[in-house]
């Protein structure tokens, strides 16, 4: 169904002109018209849905799908970094047009868009969680260390469990950098 009174109904359909960068019979992909950055496209359903929560699955799925198609060929025709794919639903979130569309936003390293979240401050509570998962995080590494620094016990365990010693000391590496960041 269309919604006479949504300018992205008249969009998708072409029944007002627009930049279009791709059409198939479900979709139309339009250039926006206050770009976050340039290259800065929306995907629109031909059909009206206010927002995902309305979405038939099915386009909800094909429309995932061709933000994948299209920023594969976006990323090597702008030669971009990468891409962030933005979706709103409800005022609250930011949406300001009610017609279900997927922002995809090239991007360029060091470039200076803004998405326009902060991240939240710690509480206490999870302020003292997290020193506690970097505390038990360290004793652990360290405990793994002397285990593999120990030729005895490296020679005589079954080389698979001391491999798994080996990646499980790697990926604790890897998330107390995450978590210290
Ligand atoms: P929302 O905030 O609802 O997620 O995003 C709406 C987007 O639609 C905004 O980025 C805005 O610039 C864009 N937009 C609003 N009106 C028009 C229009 O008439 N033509 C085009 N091409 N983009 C529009
Ligand atoms: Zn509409």
């Known amino acids: 169904m269309k919604d006479n009174n949504c300018i992205f109904c008249k969009l998708a359909n072409g029944e007002i002109p627009t930049a279009t960068i791709y059409e198939d019979e479900d979709f139309r992909v339009i250039l926006d018209a206050n770009p976050a950055a340039k290259g800065h496209a929306l995907i629109l359903p031909k059909e009206h849905y206010a927002n995902l929560y309305e979405l038939d699955d099915e386009l909800a799925g094909k429309s995932m799908i061709l933000a994948k198609k299209m920023i594969t060929k976006l990323t090597k025709a702008l030669d971009c970094d990468g891409y962030n794919i933005v979706q709103n639903n409800g005022e609250a979130a930011g949406q300001t047009v009610f017609h279900y569309h997927v922002h995809m936003i090239p991007r360029h390293k060091d470039d200076k868009v803004g998405l326009g979240w902060t991240m939240h401050e710690l509480t206490e509570e999870e302020k003292a969680l997290k020193e506690k998962q970097i505390a038990d995080l360290k004793a652990s590494i360290e405990r793994r260390k002397k285990l593999l620094a ?27 950098e995450l978590l210290e960041k």
């Open 150 to 176: 120990n030729e005895n016990y490296v020679s005589k365990a079954p080389a698979a469990l001391v491999e798994k010693e080996r990646l499980t000391l790697a990926s604790e590496i890897e998330a107390l």
